[in-house]
């Protein structure tokens, strides 16, 4: 897991182990600044290791939750040594042989992988759950979505 000092990165520890992802082993990546220390999971804690190119060696699955220069820069090392990366930056979005998905909507997208895998925004992906149901049940022609989200979350001061 790529990102583990952050909040999505945490968030996404507890939610791996509250279901029970099946995981043999579990590395936790941040930068030279937080290696060492070490983060709760699962009952237990996980030491946090420095993320260098090196660190995918083994590795099945790798979660980012970075920045895009992070991702830019991790991820294709992560796919070189035959993990599957999955992905929150904004970085692979918009890539043609990146698929998008959603689980609960497009999973079947997941074949098409070259290696990464996207994963939309905080909103779109409740959103994409939502529609998909309506979709199936009455059908959509056009959703028209405006989002605000505060400065905050892209780390940004008040100015």
């Known amino acids: 897991m790529v990102g583990a000092t952050g909040v999505v990165g945490q968030e996404l520890l507890r939610v791996l182990a509250q279901r029970h992802f099946p995981i043999r082993g579990l590395k936790a990546l941040a930068s030279g600044r937080s290696a060492g220390t070490r983060l709760p999971y699962n009952g237990g804690s996980v030491e946090i290791e420095?993320?260098?190119?090196?660190?995918?060696?083994?590795?099945?699955?790798?979660?980012?939750?970075?920045?895009?220069?992070?991702?830019?820069?991790?991820?294709?090392?992560?796919?070189?040594a035959g993990a599957l990366v999955i992905d929150k930056s904004g970085t692979?979005?918009?890539?043609?042989?990146?698929?998008?998905?959603?689980?609960?909507?497009?999973?079947?997208?997941?074949?098409?992988?070259?290696?990464?895998?996207?994963?939309?925004?905080?909103?779109?992906?409740?959103?994409?759950?939502?529609?998909?149901?309506?979709?199936?049940e009455a059908g959509v022609d056009r959703v028209v979505v405006a989002t605000y989200q505060s400065a905050s979350g892209a780390g940004k001061d008040l100015v």
């Open 50 to 80: 420095e993320l260098t190119e090196a660190s995918f060696a083994g590795i099945d699955v790798a979660f980012f939750a970075v920045g895009s220069a992070q991702s830019l820069e991790y991820a294709p090392a992560a796919v070189e």
């Open 92 to 136: 692979w979005r918009m890539k043609e042989n990146v698929p998008l998905v959603v689980p609960e909507v497009n999973a079947n997208r997941i074949t098409a992988s070259e290696g990464i895998i996207a994963v939309p925004n905080c909103c779109t992906i409740p959103l994409a759950m939502v529609v998909d149901q309506v979709r199936r």
